[in-house]
Nanobody
Framework: QVQLVESGGGLVQDGGSLRLSCAAS????????MGWFRQAPGKEREFVATINWTGGSVYYADSVKGRFTISRDNAKKTVYLQMNRLKSEDTAVYYC?????????????????WGQGTQVTVSS
């Protein structure tokens, strides 16, 4: 059974930082592309960042480029999202996801497995 478990969310002030983690089990982690998505209240789920199976290639949504960094540790079967210079508009539930792919995947429909999400709230 595949499980993706996010952690690291919380309440932070505008301009602050958080690091999200997503621990995977039940899948051959180093053969999956990983991604982070987010969903704010009343809005659709949106792409945030993706990293290929080796960790050597990453891609970001324009809204987070230069502030967020996605990384992975295949030995620990964990993907991370370092979020710096947080803004109130970053407030959302953040989800990690796994896709059977080798390159970037930005479409939510292409991901095979999802975590339960972790709340990030940025207060202004």
């Amino acid at each position: 059974q595949v499980q993706l478990v996010e952690s690291g969310g919380g309440l932070v002030q505008d301009g602050g930082s958080l690091r999200l983690s997503c621990a995977a089990s039940g899948l051959t982690f180093n053969t999956y592309t990983m991604g982070w998505f987010r969903q704010a209240p009343g809005k659709e789920r949106e792409f945030v960042a993706t990293i290929n199976w080796t960790g050597g290639s990453v891609y970001y949504a324009d809204s987070v480029k230069g502030r967020f960094t996605i990384s992975r540790d295949n030995a620990k079967k964990t993907v991370y999202l370092q979020m710096n210079r947080l803004k109130s508009e970053d407030t959302a539930v953040y989800y990690c996801a796994a896709a059977r792919a080798t390159g970037w995947v930005t479409s939510a429909a292409s991901y095979n497995y999802w975590g339960q999400g972790t709340q990030v709230t940025v207060s202004s």
